[in-house]
């Protein structure tokens, strides 16, 4: 099953800066949204950050103004700068990305494997 491939994540000190990279799915020709969510254990998996196809990205309450969603379409890759980063930003974040094949017959949606984010106080 074709899972989407991120990149970025690791051990940050409060305050600092880390760029989580997703490469897209080769098999979506018209992109619907790309999203960031995240995940503790023993929480539901939370939306982060979201670009729906047409519109302006936006943000959960508690990262705006410090995570920055961005997508290069000549590199079919996503990206999640996050700044001024909190302990409670700590989590398994995970791209997604859902959309339509080239003759619009088919809908896709995929998931990354995830990628540790810890941040330390």
């Known amino acids: 099953q074709v899972q989407l491939v991120e990149s970025g994540g690791g051990l940050v000190q409060a305050g600092g800066s880390l760029r989580l990279s997703c490469e897209l799915s080769?098999?979506?020709?018209?992109?619907?949204?790309v999203a960031w969510h995240r995940q503790v254990p023993r929480k539901r998996r939370e939306l982060v950050a979201r670009?729906?196809?047409?519109?302006?990205?936006d943000y959960a309450d508690s990262v705006k103004g410090r995570f920055t969603i961005s997508r290069d379409s000549a590199k079919n890759t996503v990206y999640l700068q996050m700044n001024a980063l909190k302990p409670e930003d700590t989590a398994v974040y995970y791209c997604?990305?859902?959309?339509?094949?080239?003759?619009?017959?088919?809908?896709?949606?995929?998931w990354g494997q995830g990628t540790q984010v810890t941040v330390s106080s």
């Open positions: 670009i729906n196809s047409g519109s302006n990205p």
């Open positions: 080769k098999n979506v020709f018209t992109i619907k949204s």
């Open positions: 997604y990305e859902d959309g339509f094949s080239a003759d619009d017959e088919e809908f896709y949606e995929y």
